[in-house]
């Protein structure tokens, strides 16, 4: 289904995005609605509004709800309301929702991983139960709200969209893009690859470090398993940022670096990047980069990019280096985090934030 059949130019609304290069999220509690978050309210109860009472109470959960950051991207069941069983209207509806916090690049990503479930179903005579691209779930956590604090997941295997809104601003993460097969090896589909980006920039940027640097980059000859961080509540990972920093590069090695970042900006809306961007702007060469595995395409291989504020991981380690699973973690402020803390503080001054 295409994009454009069911938003109403969201590519335009978000282009008028309010999320300052140098405002920190504090400081946008007090700033005027974000059209992301706009559009997101509008979405949700568009999508709310078409379900049946059995569906609703599927797909709606209490802001408070555990489930909100209960995230995975494996293959298994979930709450809420799964595209299988909708009517077709009701998917359009679903769709234009995961489309209000994506890019058109992001919104192509996850639609071509859910499309992936079809070539695993072949790959392994699958009867369709495990293996469907219609099993992903939609959950919305509170009620949509220009003002307030409610949120949504769009998940399933290999993929977990995340989104938090506080009085009318939206905040992503955690954010994770998979893909299985990286490569389609055979077949109609044959060489399409989903996150050749993600993958391809971060080759660019080892090959382009010296002897010297790549040893200081590389922190582990044997790529680790998975990505470090899998599916915590809260990113962390343990001692100092390791690998080389970006104050060792020289100018084209760290304009590799930032293009590597920006193939993770350019996966949201103009607002919610201009919010990634900042983060990568101010951390100016405050930035980490470390590799683990080989360097020579083929071989097992894992990068991360650590900033004060911001984690990415993305590896490629299992099914022969053809199976990519990729993040965008905020330090502080996934599920909305630091945004929640500003409005309590605000708005509750003597109460606790429940789940962050």
């Not at 939609?138 to 997941?153: A, L, M």
Request: proline fraction near 5%; glycine fraction near 8%; hydrophobic fraction near 35%.
């Amino acid at each position: 289904m295409k994009r454009r059949s069911f938003l109403c130019s969201s590519a335009a609304v978000a282009g008028l995005g309010v999320l300052g290069w140098g405002e920190s999220q504090g400081d946008l509690i007090h700033s005027r609605l974000s059209p992301a978050a706009s559009l997101m309210t509008e979405c949700a109860n568009r999508f709310l509004a078409a379900l049946n009472p059995e569906q609703h109470s599927r797909a709606m959960l209490p802001f408070d709800s555990d489930e909100r950051m209960n995230w995975h991207f494996i293959p298994k069941e979930r709450k809420g309301l799964p595209l299988r069983e909708m009517t077709p209207y009701q998917k359009h509806l679903a769709s234009a929702l995961l489309a209000a916090g994506l890019s058109q690049t992001g919104y192509i990503k996850a639609v071509t991983i859910m499309s992936l479930e079809d070539v695993l179903r072949i790959i392994e005579n699958d009867s369709g139960e495990r293996r469907s691209p219609e099993k992903y779930y939609f959950s919305v956590f509170g009620t949509p709200s220009n003002d307030g604090r409610w949120g949504y997941r769009v998940e399933g295997h290999h993929l977990s969209q995340n989104y938090t809104i506080v009085n009318g601003i939206a905040i992503d993460g955690p954010s994770f893009l998979g893909s299985n097969p990286a490569e389609i090896q055979q077949g109609p589909r044959k060489g399409l690859r989903t996150l050749a980006g993600e993958e391809d920039l971060g080759f660019d940027l080892i090959l382009s470090l010296d002897d010297r640097q790549r040893k200081v980059a590389i922190v582990d000859p044997k790529a680790y398993d998975d990505i470090l961080t899998a599916a915590s509540r809260s990113a962390a990972l343990q001692g100092q940022p390791s690998g080389l920093s970006a104050s060792s590069m020289n100018a084209n090695q760290f304009d590799a670096l930032i293009a590597l970042l920006k193939e993770y900006v350019r996966n949201v809306p103009d607002a919610l990047a201009k919010s990634r961007m900042s983060q990568i702007d101010k951390a100016g060469r405050d930035i980490h980069f470390a590799w683990s595995g080989g360097v020579t395409r083929g071989e097992l291989h894992y990068y991360r990019v650590q900033t004060p504020s911001f984690l990415i991981e993305m590896d490629n380690t299992q099914d022969g280096a053809n199976h990519i699973h990729s993040v965008w973690r905020d330090l502080t402020g996934d599920f909305g985090a630091d945004l929640l803390q500003q409005h309590y503080h605000a708005n509750h001054p003597k109460e606790s934030p429940a789940n962050g």
